[in-house]
């Protein structure tokens, strides 16, 4: 089964870094009794590595307890950093506390974290025992957080769910009880809350407004030289494993030369959304501009391989709005770009608009959308699927690159 067909929810700390991911499946409905099994499965299959990025694996494991005895448990690399998800409300009327208690003892002495969900304090019966293993608790946006007081003092830490706006977003942030969060807001924010980097620095925007042809390749050599952050950083990547150079580069204008002019232009991409936060390598928006620039350069060579460079700068910039907390309107007026690029992001009206529309659809799993744009373009959905699936694995390569 392909990890397209799995839904990946991200989880955000409070200045959303990435803290990790919850895994279900796109449709549970046939393997109901399995599905955490299925799950697990399919993330080993297809190496977790690479789409997890080292950070927490959250898998739904319901009251399917079962395979966490048998087949999967000897084969979860302990790099996996996984944690079950348990439905307390279920487990606790399938099972008896003392059943429950050993299967908590046998995950926790497995290194495997603890959380549940439909956990309710004042009409919930547990023992210190479940309590003792269990590391969070997942509790929905409107709920009284106070309610869990008791258990964050005791080390539990709160997941906030199903937050859906940049209100009920701020509302939780305010809230010291909470730790992480979660919810189709973090999937896809209007604005960010939080202190950003108002801008890049100077050299970085100069880069990357002046790099529009091979013409100017001269020009943005003499401005990374200029730039000892900017050397090293094209240093760094031209001999990363991202490009298996054979052996090392020392200069400049090597670098420059062996990447070309296409992938000089994503490196300056790279650096320019890098520049937007503080940490990018954990930054879930970073994340998924790589992986939508990926997306929507590949998809749009079976389309028109000429505007492929085009459908990357539009991927790369998509979040930028959320990034710098303005419109895409006010962020042009200091940093131009062609006119397609602000077509697609202001107006929405374009190629690359109905390629970045495709890449959302992914995202949220929207098979109605994808299979319109499928059939608008003539594409091979297999094909666009296995694209998907490359797209995540492009980040971890790119968080290889500029670590």
Not at 142 to 171: P, R, W
Not at 252 to 275: D, M, P, Q, Y
Not at 345 to 373: T, V
Request: proline content about 3%; charged content about 25%; glycine content about 2%.
């Amino acid at each position: 089964m392909l990890i397209t067909k799995l839904k990946r929810e991200a989880i955000v700390k409070g200045d959303f870094s990435t803290f990790g991911y919850k895994f279900s499946l796109e449709d549970g409905g046939e393997f109901i009794q399995n599905e955490a099994a299925i799950v697990v499965n399919s993330l080993i299959e297809f190496d977790f590595r690479k789409i997890t990025h080292g950070f927490n694996t959250l898998v739904d494991v319901s009251v399917d307890v079962d395979f966490l005895y048998n087949d999967f448990l000897p084969r979860i690399d302990k790099d996996m950093k996984l944690v079950c998800g348990f439905n307390y409300r279920k487990l606790s009327s399938y099972y008896v506390l003392s059943y429950i208690e050993d299967i908590f003892n046998k995950l926790r002495s497995e290194n495997i974290s603890i959380c549940l969900y439909n956990f309710y304090p004042k009409e919930s019966e547990i023992s210190d025992n479940i309590l003792k293993h269990t590391s969070f608790i997942m509790v929905p946006v409107s709920a009284n957080f106070e309610d869990y007081s008791k258990h964050v003092e005791d080390g539990i830490k709160l997941i906030c769910t199903n937050i859906s706006s940049l209100e009920e977003m701020e509302k939780a942030l305010k809230n010291d009880l909470i730790s992480y969060y979660m919810g189709i807001y973090i999937e896809a924010p209007k604005k960010i809350s939080l202190p950003r980097i108002e801008k890049p620095s100077s050299m970085v925007t100069e880069l990357f407004i002046k790099l529009k042809s091979p013409d100017d390749i001269n020009e943005v050599i003499d401005i990374i030289k200029r730039s000892p952050e900017l050397t090293f950083s094209i240093l760094k990547f031209i001999n990363s494993a991202f490009f298996a150079i054979p052996s090392r580069v020392s200069s400049v204008e090597a670098a420059v030369t062996l990447l070309g002019f296409n992938n000089l232009r994503k490196w300056v991409n790279l650096v320019f959304l890098s520049s937007v936060v503080s940490n990018p390598a954990q930054n879930i928006y970073v994340e998924k501009s790589v992986a939508r620039a990926y997306f929507m350069e590949k998809v749009c060579n079976f389309i028109d391989s000429s505007k492929a460079p085009t459908a990357y700068l539009v991927g790369i910039l998509s979040f930028i709005d959320a990034l710098f907390g303005k419109s895409f309107q006010e962020i042009f007026e200091d940093m131009p770009v062609s006119p397609e690029v602000s077509e697609a992001l202001i107006d929405g009206k374009n190629l690359f608009a109905e390629l970045l529309d495709l890449a959302r659809a992914f995202e949220f799993h929207d098979k109605d959308k994808i299979n319109f744009y499928v059939s608008k373009y003539n594409l091979n959905i297999d094909r666009v699927e296995r694209i998907y699936l490359e797209s995540l694995y492009e980040y971890d390569r790119f968080i290889e690159a500029i670590r």
